[in-house]
C-alpha cells in the first residue's frame, strides 16, 4: 500500500483515483464490455465520475481530522471485539433504524421539521440510488418477448415484469415517486425558510437556501421529462432533456463541497452509539472526585488521545486529566482555577477556606451544613423536644 502511494499525490489523490476504478470497472462488468452503454449516458457518467472524484476527496479529508479518525478507530477496534459483538450489531441495527430510516432525531425538533426532512432524505436516497444504477448499466431492462420485460442487476437476469403490472408500473416510476417525495419536502422547506422569522435570521443563503434551489431545479426538470413525453406527446422535450442534464451537472459538482455533503457521512453517525454505549459496572468510569458514574470507558479515553493530539494539556496538578471528572466536578474545578485556588481535601461539596478567611460555598449540588452552622437532625430533635 506504502508503495502505491507514492504513485499519487496524496493519498486523496489515490482514493479518488481508485473509486473511479472501481465505478468503472463495475460499469463494464454491468454492461457486458459496454455492450449496452447509450450514448444519452455519456453526459451523466461524466459529471457522475467528478462527483465521486470529489466525494472520495472531500471524504478522505473528512476522515483525516483527528476526532473522525479516532472514531474510526474505535470503531474498527470494537467490531473486531468479540465480547461486544451481540451488543454492537444490536446498536446498529436500532441506530440505522431510529436515526437514519426514521430520523427521530429530527422529529424531536418538531413534526413538521421532522416530515420535511424525512422527505428530502429519501427522496435525495432513492433519487441517488435509481439515477446512479441507470446510469452505469448496473440496472437495465431487456425485452424478452413482445409482453415481457426482464430485470438484469449487473449482467445477471433476475425477475420478469409485464409492462402493465403493478409491480412494473411502480419500477419504471420509481425515480418519478423519488422526485415527487423530494419535489414535496422541498416545498415545505423552502415555505419555513421564507416565513419563519426565527429561521430567516440565523440563515445564510449560500449555505441554507442554494441547496435547496439546486435540488429543486433537478426534481422540477426531471418531471417537466416525464410531463413532455407522456401527457405532451414529447414536446420540448429536448430542450428540457438539455436543462435537466445541466442541473443534475451542477448538482452533482456542488453537492461534495455544500450542505449536502451530510447525506452520505450520517449513516457513520451509527458508529457513535455502539462505540459510546453504556453498561453499568461493566465500561462506565466513575468520577475521581465524587464518583458518580457519568461515561463510558471508551469516551474518556478518546478524548484523551483527541485532546493530546491537538495539543491540549488539560493535566491537572495531582497527574489527573480534566475528563476524569464529571461535568458538575469539572465546573467545580474550572472555578476554583480562575480563582487561583488549589483543590480542597475532603467534602468535595464543602466550603473553600481562601488565604484571607473569607469562606465560599462549595459548587455542587449539595451543600455543607457544617459552613451555616445548622444544627444536625439529632440536635434538632432534641430542640423540639
Known sequence: MKQLERSFYSKASMYSFLVVLGLLLSMWIATDGLKYLKPTQMGYIIGSLIFAIGLSIRMAFWMYRTATNRMVKRSLINLKSLERFKRNWKSILLTAINNIFLQKFIFKRGIYRGIQHWLIAWGCIGSFAVTFGLVFGWVRFDLVTPELYQMVVFNIPTIT????GLLASMTYNALNIFSLLLLLGLAMALFRRMTDPDVRVTQR???DILPLIILLAVTVSGLLLTVSYKFLDGWMHHPMA???HVTVVVMLIYFPFGKLFHLPIRPLAAAVPMNYQEVLKVDTRACKKCGTNYSSDDQISDVKTILAEQSFDLKLDDGSYLADYCPGCRRRIRAMKQMNMETPIGNPYGPI??????????????????FYKLPKKDEKEKIVK
Open 161 to 164: 415484469l409485464h409492462p402493465n
Open 205 to 207: 443563503f449560500e449555505f
Open 242 to 244: 438539455l436543462v435537466h
Open 353 to 370: 477556606s481562601t488565604m484571607n478567611d473569607i469562606h465560599i460555598s462549595g459548587f455542587g449540588k449539595q451543600r455543607s451544613e457544617e
